[in-house]
């Protein structure tokens, strides 16, 4: 018998988790107030019927949530297993999600989302740091979400606490403002100026074997490859939830794919929790 207890900022994904878990066979319960956990605990571990719960708590509770930790305790005092998965996410992409469902900050009646955001992140500090899991999904889609719940508790493997996106972009566009490490590609022959792959991107074999051929072009991603090998294991030991690894080039269309691609594939293959995106590929 296992609880998970899914909680973190409004906005963040709970839903979406909630959602991936029920999928994956759990027992969901949304917007439980903390005060009925003893009650539910015994009530489920009783049950030769349920297996795993997933129990939804968040500020929604209002009063009832202050409660949070003392289901906890309890939780503990009876030796039921239990995980708690805290979720977050930047200001920016929180205050963006609640502007497309056009909905209020839960915390806020005046509608300022951002300072019910700012006193949501004060009052859940002490549950965060008590959270075995921490996951930003500022650059998640509810696919890749429920990807890492189902890497997590399906596949049983160790969630290291790092998320890592990297990204393709054009400098003519402007940098990512969350880019957390930035390469420039444009040293590489650029097959723009070749008409035959000019209406390719780095998604395609022509485009990739024409920037792959060259020395450079190999030797920069071995180079880079060792780089972020080296770095990943330091920015876990400080805590860090999400590494933004861009990757540039003129257009953002032909060698900055190329390019990240092959850093993703490699990631991947060393069972990191990597994601892909192209955030220039459609334009020009």
Known sequence: MKF????GL???GKSQAMNAMEDIGYFCIDNLPPALIPKLADLCYDSKKISNVVLVLDIRGREFFNDFFNGIQYLQRSSYSYEIIFLEASD??????FKETRRKHPLNDEGN?????????ELLEGIKKNANIVIDTTMLSSAQLKEQLYNIYVENKKFSGLIINVISFGYKYGIPLDADLVFDVR???NPFYVDELKPFTGNDEPVRHYVMQNKEATEFLD????LI??????????????????????GGRHRS??????LYDRLKKKDYNAYIMHRDIEEG
């Open 92 to 97: 920016a992409v929180l205050i963006r999600r």
């Open 113 to 121: 989302i951002l300072d019910g955001i700012k006193r949501e992140r």
């Open 10 to 12: 409004s906005g963040a």
């Open 223 to 226: 180079k880079l490859d060792d």
């Open 257 to 262: 794919i190329t390019i990240a691609n092959l």
């Open 4 to 7: 998970v207890i899914i909680t």
């Open 229 to 250: 090998e080296f770095l990943i294991p330091f920015y876990i030991r400080e805590g860090k939830s999400q590494l933004v690894i861009a990757i540039g080039c003129t």
């Open 187 to 189: 040293f590489l022959p």
